[in-house]
């Protein structure tokens, strides 16, 4: 535990490093190191720097021998509060272990950066630490929204790293989730969305219209296809791989989808209970629904990635379970693994990809 991990080179596919904040998160680190476990049982190529309360995380780590044994810990006398306000954290929260995981990223010891803590504090702390990647106006966090496609789950970014976004910043997204659709999921050619209000062309802001030219444009020499505008019900379809948005939007989607999800399982349990004759339906039924619940259960997508920095940082929702975790942390190591910072910044900074490299992860 004691041996320090060397700083790794971008792109050093050999061995993964990876910075896991310990204490973020409402289950705290029983959840996290019990999620890396999960993730370690079948990754044995990776080790991790594990930031927080040292007595704590060795009482955890002692259940688990092998994983132990990958893992560097670095104390932190403080955690970020799920409450605590970003400018606060800016201003004092250097003794965290959110603020020291971040670190290990800037400092090249780690390839990404794991924390289900505070989202707000987690992107300023990132933003000053980390600073923006060159060219880019602003970043963005990008989610995982489940999908009919074939892998599973559509892009959608931004969803809340900021509320504003002019024409050139939606092509910039649209630009960064192309590079995440091939490295993070393994789209060849991604489809792109621009979210309005219908998919006429007429419709939607100025800078709506301004951003459908340009990424229209973009399109042939970056590899990607350009389906136009799409609705919120095409989200979750099958005709897009990105969705573009701003913050503002984003967030009011992804939040309204939440709150919606959690009141269809409250109404099916209250409908299931009801009367004899519906719960032995839903007895019958049990093995349908429980293959309904992996497949919308966010857990099995979890994990917004910070767009636009100077390293990978992948946000896992803070109710994360064991499961939840390891997912977020298979996320950063197949990006880390696939040198996903740089080659965002190359496609970012070119515009779109070389033709000798278009088929490449870029």
């Known amino acids: 535990m004691s041996e320090d991990i060397n700083k790794v080179s971008p792109n050093n596919t050999e061995q993964i490093v990876l910075s896991i904040d310990a204490m973020g ?6 959840a996290v190191i019990a999620g890396m476990q999960v993730f370690f049982k079948q990754n044995q190529d990776v080790k991790f720097i594990v930031h927080g309360d040292e007595v704590e995380i060795k009482r955890l780590l002692s259940k688990y021998s092998s994983l132990s044994s990958s893992c560097e810990i ?6 970020v509060g799920m409450d605590d306000k970003p400018s606060h954290v800016m201003r004092h929260g250097k003794n965290t272990s959110m603020w020291s995981s971040i670190e290990s990223v800037r400092d090249k010891q ?11 504090a987690l992107m300023a702390v990132s933003m000053i630490r980390l600073r923006k990647a060159p060219g ?21 970014l931004d969803v809340g790293a900021d509320i504003r976004a002019e024409a050139s910043d939606l092509l910039q997204y649209a630009l960064m989730g192309v590079s995440y659709a091939r490295n993070g999921l393994d789209v060849k050619r991604p489809r792109i969305g621009l979210l309005n209000v219908g998919t006429e062309e007429h419709k939607g802001r100025v800078e ?6 340009r990424i229209a444009e973009q399109a042939e020499k970056a ?3 350009f389906v136009g505008f799409v609705e919120g019900g095409d989200i979750p379809s099958d005709k897009v791989d990105v969705i573009v948005t701003d913050g503002f939007t984003g967030n009011v989607a992804l939040k309204a989808a939440e709150g919606t999800a959690t009141q269809v399982r409250k109404l099916l349990r209250q409908t299931f209970k009801q009367t004899p004759l519906a719960m032995l339906g839903a007895l019958l039924a049990y093995g349908a629904l429980r293959k309904l619940s992996i497949k919308i259960d966010p857990r099995r997508s979890n994990g917004g990635v910070f767009l636009g920095l100077n390293g990978t940082v992948v946000k896992s929702h803070g109710g994360a379970d064991a499961n939840g975790f390891a997912a977020a942390i298979n996320l950063a190591y197949r990006l880390a693994k696939n040198d996903f910072t740089g080659r965002l910044a190359a496609r970012v900074t070119s515009g779109s990809a070389p033709a000798e490299t278009v088929t490449s992860k870029t």
């Open 25 to 30: 998160g409402d289950l705290g680190a029983t």
């Open 110 to 120: 780690a390839q990404a950066a794991v924390s289900c803590g505070n989202t707000g």
């Open 136 to 156: 880019i106006n602003r970043p963005a966090i990008a989610i995982l929204w489940p999908s009919e496609n074939p892998q599973g789950s559509n892009i959608m």
């Open 208 to 213: 709506l219209k301004e951003a459908h030219e």
């Open 223 to 225: 590899n990607y296809e």
């Open 74 to 79: 670095r104390h932190c006398d403080e955690a």
